[in-house]
């Protein structure tokens, strides 16, 4: 029971760190994409840094709850 609990932890912690990884990683893409003077790939950075954020949104959901 212990092993499973502490299996667990780990699991979660390594969710909470993804998660965190690309929260991080997308906003620098939404910064980068601000500064270009190039609207069309404004929009396709922003685009695909939210379909990104979404997936891993989705992804720690469900991982989230197959650990719980």
Excluded: N
Aim: a positive charge.
């Amino acid at each position: 029971e212990r092993l499973v609990e502490a299996g667990r932890r780990v699991g979660t912690l390594y969710v909470d760190t993804y998660e965190r990884t690309v929260d991080g990683v997308t906003a620098f893409q939404k910064k980068l994409a601000q500064r270009s003077q190039i609207e069309v790939v404004q929009s396709l950075v922003e685009a695909q840094a939210d379909l990104a954020r979404e997936v891993a949104k989705a992804q720690t959901a469900v991982a989230r709850q197959i650990l719980s």
